[in-house]
């Protein structure tokens, strides 16, 4: 499926390396960017407490790392959070708002697809999903991410 954009959510760092979850994203990001490579790539993810650098800059850096070039890749490097991630995501992408909806192609992990998409209408993207796995281990954190998916959306419904 052709898209204007692939856009990346973050996901956390450890120090200056993605966490496994945006590893696995970032990988599954790559399986689509190579085999379209005209299509630019928003890495979007600002910086946490604990975290060395920008999430968008770790994301930029593995990108390059794999063959994307830099030209392609497009960082947003504010956001704290998914609703962030779109509104920051459309201010970088402005010029095409104007004229037209841009599809985008959004990777992120599978408990976090719904919303994704769901904020991504709301800010006047028409978005599809490559979902990414979440990490295995430990077993007892995964029932726990999508538990707190379930409130995420309804919070995003109602004040997103």
Same mark, same amino acid.
């Given at each position: ?28 990001? =790559? ?60 201010? =970088? ?68």
């Amino acid at each position: 499926m052709p898209v204007d954009y692939v856009v990346v959510l973050g996901a956390g760092l450890f120090g200056d390396q993605p966490s496994p979850s945006l590893h696995y994203r970032l990988q599954k990001a =790559l399986e689509y960017t190579k085999k379209h490579p005209h299509v630019p790539i928003v890495v979007s993810g600002g910086q946490g407490p604990d975290e060395w650098i920008t999430e968008a800059e770790a994301m930029e850096c593995f990108l390059l790392q794999n063959g994307i070039e830099a030209k392609r890749i497009i960082k947003e490097e504010r956001s704290t959070s998914t609703k962030e991630n779109l509104i920051f995501t459309k201010e =970088l992408l402005k010029h095409d708002i104007n004229t037209k909806k841009p599809t985008l192609l959004i990777v992120t992990s599978e408990y976090h697809m719904f919303r994704a998409k769901f904020l991504a209408k709301r800010n006047g993207f028409i978005p599809y999903g490559k979902c990414a796995a979440t990490p295995a281990y430990p077993r007892y954190l995964k029932p726990l991410y999508y538990f707190r998916e379930y409130f995420a959306v309804i919070k995003s419904f109602f004040f997103d």
